[in-house]
């Protein structure tokens, strides 16, 4: 008799659905050099996708809760023996997902509407030197992300050696984070990216039994009974370990003066554009990336303990190169313990190295532009028809070219249409300023003739009648351990500045931009398990461990 070879599989819950992006995503891939900005993955065909890897891994993340390195759920997810023996494969197998403008499938089962990598946007950023206040050198970079809205096909199954109920379990957990959102894919999950949310229709669940007759004629028949409901599968315990121990902060706010985030790029007529995110196919908005909301909070984080140590910044010197100026910023990121355990360390000279804390979400206006509009505002509606014609032919080929376009605008096409484009048409403007935005004209004055310095003349497009939903930020508290209290004191002390007004948002703070007023600040999780407002968690009891524990940690020396 010949030996039965593979695993054994009693059972087989599958799942089979759609994710849908609720902020920009980015699953990086292979890039064509080191001047592009970091590219999204594709598979063979040129299609943007979410490789099953990186799908199962932050799966797995999830499942592991408090204790990601418990081996409680090795038998589920498979393990790899550090000293010798044999390991096993994950029993949980995840297909690589196409990322799609809409949730359809074809006539095959597969999808239908594949994303084209022209609706991919940009997202800029730069690291500020905290002591000349400028960019630091050889800390500007962007990436490529999907926008929000738009679909990852979900395909999922959970094989089971004996009894699985247990599995199913599982899966109806994991389908459940999925539709809280308690799931992120990608990169950059700490600046807001890669935030998802599973449909709850179209989902298909069935339950196959390989270990009966009834049940293999139940499969070839696809029987209904093998169909199962997501409150089915999640009637039983699934056996998990504790869940993460997260604060979430929420912060109410309104503008006092124009804010914004530079555009990659301006108009044809107008220089300095708000950088914007896609609502759908036919709307955008105006946007704060989570990066630069981290990055203002860091700085001020980083402003706020050095300020009680009477510590400055490392510094690298006027006559000093490039790499040493780098080098010096990256000193100035990670001398203090506070700030990198809320923020994170990314030196790989580190032994502290690893991600922070604290997570800070993509902010969006409440104002809908209508994609017609900004095209008018930005010249792609003067795109050439023959440039239109050879994007199409090529399709994915042309990716590479296109994303360099978004980051430096074809130059004679710009002066072909600045000679009959100098204002905005008189209906454009209109439109603009019902949305609370106008053009501003700047220039600099020359300090001998006192008149205007030769080509020094600009243009911004202001937000200056913009509301903005509320800010949202995240603390993992099991992450951080036992530095818990030292950067909760340190958050608080952020917090009760962001709402005395003292942080402005965005870009041109030196210039009258970015002034804030905070209306609300609410604390939910950890130390407060009921919503609380900043005041009141200020002045509450729970505050007198966290007090302590500042002072204590700001009685320690710290390294340069």
Same mark, same amino acid.
């Given at each position: ?52 890897? =990186?799908? /199962?891994?932050? &799966?797995?993340?999830?499942? +592991?809760? %408090? $204790? #990601? ?5 090795? *038998? ?23 990322? =799609?403008? /809409?949730?359809? &499938?074809?006539?095959?089962? +597969?999808? %239908? $509407? #594949? ?5 991919? *946007? ?25 926008? /929000? ?412």
């Amino acid at each position: 008799m010949t030996a039965r070879v593979g695993r054994h599989v009693t059972s087989r819950v599958r799942a089979r659905g759609w994710l849908r992006t609720e902020s920009p995503l980015h699953v990086g891939g292979l890039g064509g050099g080191p001047s592009e900005p970091l590219p999204i993955a594709v598979d063979g065909l040129g299609r943007l996708y979410v490789p099953g890897t =990186t799908l /199962a891994g932050v &799966l797995r993340h999830w499942s +592991l809760g %408090a $204790d #990601p390195d418990t081996g409680v759920l090795d *038998e589920l997810w498979g393990f790899v023996p550090r000293q010798g023996g044999e390991g096993q494969a994950s029993r949980v197998v995840v297909a690589d997902a196409l990322i =799609t403008a /809409a949730p359809r &499938l074809d006539d095959r089962g +597969l999808p %239908a $509407d #594949p994303l084209d990598p022209a609706i991919l *946007e940009f997202r800029p950023s730069v690291g500020i030197d905290r002591v000349t206040g400028t960019a630091a050198p050889e800390f500007l970079y962007g990436r490529a992300v999907v926008p /929000a809205g738009y679909h990852i096909r979900l395909e999922m199954d959970i094989e089971s050696r004996q009894d699985g109920s247990a599995d199913e379990a599982r899966m109806g957990a994991l389908l459940a984070a999925l539709g809280a959102g308690e799931v992120r894919i990608g990169a950059a999950t700490g600046r807001g990216l890669g935030a998802v949310r599973l449909l709850d229709d179209p989902l298909d669940l069935v339950v196959d039994r390989f270990d009966s007759p009834a049940g293999l004629v139940a499969l070839l028949r696809n029987d209904p009974a093998r169909r199962r409901t997501a409150a089915a599968l999640r009637s039983a315990d699934p056996r998990l370990p504790a869940r993460r121990d997260l604060l979430d902060v929420r912060v109410t706010w309104t503008p006092k003066a124009p804010v914004m985030v530079r555009a990659g790029t301006g108009g044809l007529v107008i220089d300095t554009l708000p950088l914007t995110t896609r609502v759908d196919r036919q709307h955008l908005t105006l946007v704060l990336p989570g990066g630069s909301v981290k990055g203002m909070l860091r700085s001020h984080a980083e402003l706020v303990e050095r300020t009680a140590r009477r510590a400055d910044a490392p510094t690298a010197g006027t006559a000093a190169s490039a790499g040493e100026h780098s080098a010096a910023f990256r000193s100035q990121l990670d001398q203090l313990p506070a700030v990198r355990a809320l923020f994170g360390s990314a030196r790989d000279d580190s032994a502290d190295r690893g991600a922070g804390a604290l997570r800070a979400e993509e902010c969006t206006a409440l104002v809908t532009i209508p994609g017609t509009l900004w095209k008018s505002v930005t010249g792609d509606d003067d795109r050439r028809p023959d440039q239109d014609r050879r994007e199409h032919r090529h399709g994915h080929e042309d990716r590479d070219q296109r994303a360099d376009q978004v980051r430096r605008p074809d130059q004679s096409h710009r002066e072909a249409h600045d000679e009959r484009r100098t204002t905005l048409p008189d209906s454009v403007r209109d439109r603009l300023e019902d949305l609370g935005m106008a053009r501003a004209d700047h220039v600099a004055l020359d300090r001998w003739t006192g008149g205007a310095a030769d080509g020094r003349l600009f243009s911004v497009l202001e937000p200056y009648d913009v509301d903005w939903e509320p800010i949202r930020l995240s603390v993992d508290l099991t992450r951080l351990g036992a530095e818990r209290d030292i950067a909760l004191a340190l958050l608080l002390l952020m917090l009760r500045d962001l709402a005395g007004g003292r942080l402005p948002l965005g870009a041109s703070t030196n210039r009258g931009f970015g002034d804030i007023e905070v209306t609300q600040i609410t604390l939910t999780g950890g130390p407060w398990p009921d919503p609380i407002a900043l005041p009141d968690a200020l002045d509450g009891p729970e505050i007198s461990a966290i007090a302590r524990a500042w002072t204590g940690y700001l009685a320690q020396e710290v390294s340069s």
